[in-house]
């Protein structure tokens, strides 16, 4: 009865192998496919969006468990014949727990070749740490490293990367209200493809300031300032966000972009955001 089992597993496993593959090929011939990934992706720019009214650190320092824990992925497509490419994308998220100090890693490696040529070699690396003295008080030291490694000339930005350090505060801290700073100094550097390098001392300042307005809506208004000595750049996400239900949620934000070193300094972004599920 035992191998039985396993057999028709296997066969059901094959079987369904089969008729995936096949609905695979009828959605790619007839675009089905191409709009079932569009689909998901704007699903996840939703969830995205919605996540970023999330602060894990607004009611007091997160519980987790102590040690490691994380997750990875991993893409990677390749095509051969009319056209030859190779695209790999790479994703890891580590956190290290221990007691008040929080410490999390992620990293993200992007590379795309066509025709045995790379079109694309992007690194990405950023950590964050905070350490919870109390309720209210908390230390914080934060870095984000981009890394392009397809940039040779001395127009192109080969490595852009960022590392701070500083106290934060919680000013108000009720079910209905809280808000929270945090200010400090860090070291900007900046590297073109000539391997020139720029370093700049930068002072970085954030305001989180979350207000319940009722139990199925609360608003958001996150706060972010950047100065070095070649460019102030200042980043406001106002947001308004609904829990109707389990099924039903949405967001309405207004972003404003702020940078004085371009032509145009000031860049707005209205966006709603909606899900629903049944």
């Known amino acids: 009865m035992k191998s039985s089992t396993i057999t028709l597993g296997s066969m059901a496993a094959i079987l369904s192998f089969a008729a995936a593959g096949a609905a695979m090929a009828q959605d790619t011939l007839t675009g089905v496919s191409a709009v079932n990934t569009r689909l998901d992706d704007i699903s996840r720019a939703a969830a995205i969006d919605l996540a970023r009214a999330d602060d894990a650190l607004r009611y007091g320092a997160p519980e987790y468990r102590d040690g490691m824990s994380g997750s990875a992925s991993l893409g990677y497509n390749q095509t051969t014949g009319a056209t030859d490419s190779d695209d790999l994308s790479v994703g890891a998220r580590l956190r290290f727990a221990n007691g008040p100090l929080i410490q999390n890693l992620g990293l993200v490696l992007d590379k795309t070749s066509s025709a045995g040529v790379s079109t694309k070699e992007d690194t990405f690396l950023i950590y964050d740490a905070n350490y919870f003295f109390d309720e209210s008080l908390y230390g914080f030291v934060l870095g984000r490293v981009k890394y392009d490694g397809l940039a040779t000339t001395a127009g192109e930005t080969g490595t852009d990367a960022f590392i701070g350090i500083g106290p934060g505060v919680r000013i108000v801290n009720t079910p209905d209200v809280s808000w929270r700073i945090q200010a400090g100094i860090g070291m900007s550097l900046l590297k073109d493809g000539t391997d020139v390098e720029t370093k700049e001392t930068g002072y970085i300042a954030s305001s989180r ?32 966000n609904v829990k109707m239900s389990e099924q039903f949620a949405t967001r309405i934000s207004y972003l404003s972009e702020f940078n004085d070193s371009r032509a145009v300094e000031t860049e707005n972004k209205l966006g709603v955001s909606l899900v629903y599920s049944f």
């Open 209 to 240: 300031l979350y207000v319940r307005l009722s139990d199925m809506l609360f608003a958001t208004n996150d706060t972010d300032v950047l100065k070095t000595d070649s460019a102030l750049r200042v980043n406001n996400d106002l947001g308004l």
